[in-house]
């Protein structure tokens, strides 16, 4: 009887996740960032629970035959599987928040424990004291528990674990006191062994509870409890401040490109210092856009545009671009800023082209549909740009110089040559430069005479991919 209640003691090796209410129930607002934050981690801790708990009882439930090989032992493989159960429960009653669900189920969790550590074997065929069961040490196995609720994230739940296990274990302690068996003639036994040292009779006595040492117990159980709260809840905080940090990443996302957001979320001043360096400009612009809105409705002249613009967008942040800003029914893009790259001509003519395509399958979808095509005009040139933060109060980054200007007549050729594409000679040039062996993107476009360009003092080669 001795060594199965020594076995049954491990039963509680096992892990268990919950959660009593939210780290935040004391904010007002729970934003998106943190309730999936919440939810990531609440889930990746029960899923790890539910994990370690399958594994330990298994392993027990394979030790307990070797250490009683008898029929009695089907009594601890049947609470294995109550165990089971409990966690299977808890894995799909998890939630973040408050739930009574959870919360029933993380009290019987404590109950079944408490009950196999504390109360004996009814089918034993010998009958021993029932405070014997304390000479086990069976009280650590709370502390797995304990340790494991940390898997939630939730410091109230940590705290609940401590004051329940401490009830239910001074409940069992009276229950044992008031309604255990004990043996006199086995305790007088004791005595004449240790009747010299009445300290040590005490401790070693088969039928006291010995209550000094069952209250130093739940008073250090307690200890160890708050610690842990403290702990948690002290991590509860980081992973708030982590949301508060992707939740301004995501605002910062809406207005900058991802390299921008990437620079500020990096440094102190990023955009404080102005620079100056080369940098691809692209400028696009939908042809004849005021004609072709004149017969809409607003609502569908402002649906058009953020199709337009979302699929420019898509095309700027995947080759690596930074969109400048909205020109009405167009944008202004630069590949280099807020760091130049060996790639930003040829990303910027790649992004071009994408650009064309986008809206070639956008206008099959359009005639697909009964409505007009929407035609564009592209311009991109390469040179030095400046670079820094422009503003008193409300600070805007801009990019800004001569390269910029010419970029932008470049988009105002593709109507007088009639094409879809223009690109100064420079930018064609560094692009060739830097394409890979066999790259195409170059193929096709016809090279013009100098044209006169505004701000210029002298006339520049243009290379035009003309319309279909």
Same mark, same amino acid.
């Given at each position: $009887?001795?060594?199965? @209640?020594?076995?049954?003691?491990?039963?509680?090796?096992?892990?268990?996740?919950?959660?009593?209410?939210?780290?935040?129930?004391?904010? /007002?607002?729970?934003?998106?960032?943190?309730?999936?934050?919440?939810?990531?981690?609440?889930?990746?801790?029960?899923?790890?629970?539910?994990?370690?708990?399958?594994?330990?009882?298994?392993?027990?439930?394979? +030790?307990?035959?070797?250490?009683?090989?008898?029929? =009695?032992?089907?009594?601890?493989?049947?609470?294995?599987?109550?165990?089971?159960?409990?966690?299977?429960?808890?894995?799909?009653?998890?939630?973040?928040?408050?739930?009574?669900?959870?919360?029933?189920?993380?009290?019987?969790?404590?109950?079944?424990?408490?009950?196999?550590?504390?109360?004996?074997?009814?089918? +034993?065929?010998?009958?021993?004291?029932?405070?014997?069961?304390?000479? &086990?040490?069976?009280?650590?196995?709370?502390?797995? !528990?304990?340790?494991?609720?940390?898997?939630?994230?939730?410091?109230?739940?940590? +705290?609940?674990?401590?004051?329940?296990?401490?009830?239910?274990?001074? @409940?069992?302690?009276?229950?044992?006191?008031?309604?255990?068996?004990?043996?006199?003639?086995?305790?007088?036994?004791?005595?004449?062994?240790?009747?010299?040292?009445?300290?040590?009779?005490?401790?070693?006595?088969?039928?006291?509870?010995?209550?000094?040492?069952?209250?130093?117990?739940?008073?250090?159980?307690?200890?160890? /409890?708050? %610690?842990?709260?403290?702990?948690?809840?002290?991590?509860?905080?980081?992973?708030?401040?982590?949301?508060?940090?992707?939740?301004?990443?995501?605002?910062?996302?809406?207005?900058?490109?991802?390299?921008?957001?990437?620079?500020?979320?990096?440094?102190?001043?990023?955009?404080?210092? @102005?620079?100056?360096?080369?940098?691809?400009?692209?400028?696009?612009? !939908?042809?004849?856009?005021?004609?072709?809105?004149?017969? $809409?409705?607003?609502?569908?002249?402002?649906?058009?545009?953020?199709? &337009?613009?979302?699929?420019?967008?898509?095309?700027?942040?995947?080759?690596?671009?930074?969109?400048?800003?909205?020109?009405?029914?167009?944008?202004?893009?630069?590949?280099? %800023?807020?760091?130049?790259?060996?790639?930003?001509?040829?990303?910027?003519?790649?992004?071009?082209?994408?650009?064309?395509?986008?809206?070639?399958?956008?206008?099959?979808?359009?005639?697909?549909?009964?409505?007009?095509?929407?035609?564009?005009?592209?311009?991109?040139?390469?040179?030095?740009? #400046?670079?820094?933060?422009?503003?008193?109060?409300?600070?805007?980054?801009?990019?800004?110089?001569?390269? #910029?200007?010419?970029?932008?007549?470049? =988009?105002?050729?593709?109507?007088?040559?009639?094409?879809?594409?223009?690109? /100064?000679?420079?930018?064609? /040039?560094?692009?060739?430069?830097?394409?890979?062996?066999?790259?195409?993107?170059?193929?096709?476009?016809?090279?013009?005479?100098?044209?006169?360009?505004?701000?210029?003092?002298?006339?520049?080669?243009?290379? @035009?991919?003309?319309?279909?």
């Amino acid at each position: $009887m001795l060594k199965m @209640t020594d076995a049954t003691s491990n039963s509680p090796l096992f892990a268990t996740g919950k959660t009593l209410d939210s780290p935040v129930s004391d904010k /007002s607002i729970l934003n998106k960032f943190t309730e999936a934050a919440l939810e990531r981690h609440k889930r990746e801790g029960l899923d790890l629970a539910i994990k370690a708990r399958w594994v330990a009882l298994a392993v027990i439930a394979v +030790m307990l035959p070797f250490l009683n090989p008898r029929p =009695e032992v089907l009594y601890y493989e049947a609470l294995l599987l109550v165990l089971a159960a409990i966690g299977w429960a808890q894995r799909r009653a998890g939630v973040v928040g408050q739930s009574k669900a959870e919360l029933g189920l993380l009290f019987l969790d404590l109950s079944v424990l408490a009950f196999i550590l504390l109360f004996p074997n009814p089918f +034993m065929e010998t009958e021993v004291p029932t405070p014997v069961i304390y000479r &086990f040490g069976n009280f650590m196995y709370f502390y797995v !528990i304990l340790a494991a609720g940390t898997l939630a994230y939730s410091w109230r739940t940590i +705290m609940a674990i401590g004051h329940w296990t401490a009830v239910l274990w001074l @409940t069992g302690l009276a229950a044992i006191w008031y309604f255990g068996y004990t043996d006199p003639a086995l305790g007088d036994a004791f005595r004449s062994v240790f009747g010299g040292d009445p300290r040590i009779f005490q401790i070693f006595d088969p039928n006291s509870v010995n209550l000094d040492l069952r209250v130093q117990e739940i008073v250090v159980f307690l200890i160890a /409890s708050y %610690t842990l709260a403290l702990t948690v809840r002290r991590f509860n905080l980081l992973l708030l401040g982590n949301a508060e940090l992707e939740r301004e990443r995501e605002n910062l996302s809406r207005y900058f490109s991802p390299n921008v957001v990437a620079e500020l979320s990096q440094k102190d001043q990023p955009l404080n210092e @102005t620079r100056t360096h080369d940098a691809a400009v692209l400028f696009v612009d !939908i042809v004849g856009f005021t004609t072709f809105a004149s017969g $809409m409705p607003p609502g569908e002249v402002i649906e058009l545009l953020r199709s &337009f613009h979302k699929r420019m967008e898509q095309e700027v942040f995947r080759h690596g671009g930074t969109l400048d800003k909205y020109l009405g029914d167009g944008l202004m893009a630069t590949f280099g %800023t807020p760091t130049p790259t060996d790639q930003d001509a040829i990303n910027a003519l790649r992004c071009a082209l994408s650009m064309r395509n986008a809206l070639v399958e956008w206008n099959d979808k359009r005639s697909a549909a009964g409505l007009l095509q929407v035609q564009a005009g592209f311009g991109l040139h390469y040179g030095p740009v #400046v670079l820094g933060d422009i503003g008193a109060n409300r600070l805007e980054f801009a990019v800004i110089g001569n390269t #910029v200007n010419v970029a932008s007549r470049m =988009e105002k050729l593709t109507r007088t040559l009639s094409a879809e594409i223009a690109i /100064s000679d420079h930018l064609r /040039s560094v692009a060739g430069s830097q394409a890979a062996p066999g790259e195409t993107v170059l193929n096709g476009l016809v090279r013009h005479p100098p044209q006169d360009i505004r701000g210029l003092s002298e006339p520049i080669v243009t290379w @035009t991919l003309p319309r279909d």
